[in-house]
């Protein structure tokens, strides 16, 4: 059984930082990729960011320069940190693990970034 704990979101001012964190919870072993996907009120929920079990990371292009995916293997715990946030940025982020052939989602946090 795998389940997904995520933290970290809210409310934050344009142009401020916030950082979200996943943490496994459950058994780890043959968790690959994680990452963040989001999803706006009325759109499809898109890709943020991802990063493998070796470190190579991959990032959306409208947060390329902004967001840092990072996580610590120990811990089975992913983050990503969002820099110079825009009101675009406001979102349910969802975070997502790779075990084997299995894909598994956390319940989402929101993020609000007020003008």
């Known amino acids: 059984q795998v389940q997904l704990v995520e933290s970290g979101g809210g409310l934050v001012q344009a142009g401020k930082s916030l950082t979200l964190s996943c943490a496994v919870s459950?058994?780890?072993?043959?968790?690959?990729?994680m990452g963040w996907h989001r999803q706006a009120p009325g759109k499809q929920r898109d890709l943020v960011a991802t990063?493998?079990?070796?470190?190579?990371?991959n990032y959306a292009d409208s947060v390329k320069g902004r967001f840092t995916i990072s996580r610590d293997n120990a811990k089975n715990t992913v983050y990503l940190q969002m820099n110079s946030l825009k009101p675009e940025d406001t979102a349910v982020y969802y975070c997502?693990?790779?075990?084997?052939?299995?894909?598994?989602w956390g319940q989402g946090t929101q993020v609000t970034v007020s003008s």
């Open positions: 997502v693990a790779h075990r084997f052939s299995a894909l598994y």
């Open positions: 990063i493998t079990r070796g470190g190579s990371t």
């Open positions: 459950g058994s780890g072993f043959g968790i690959n990729t």
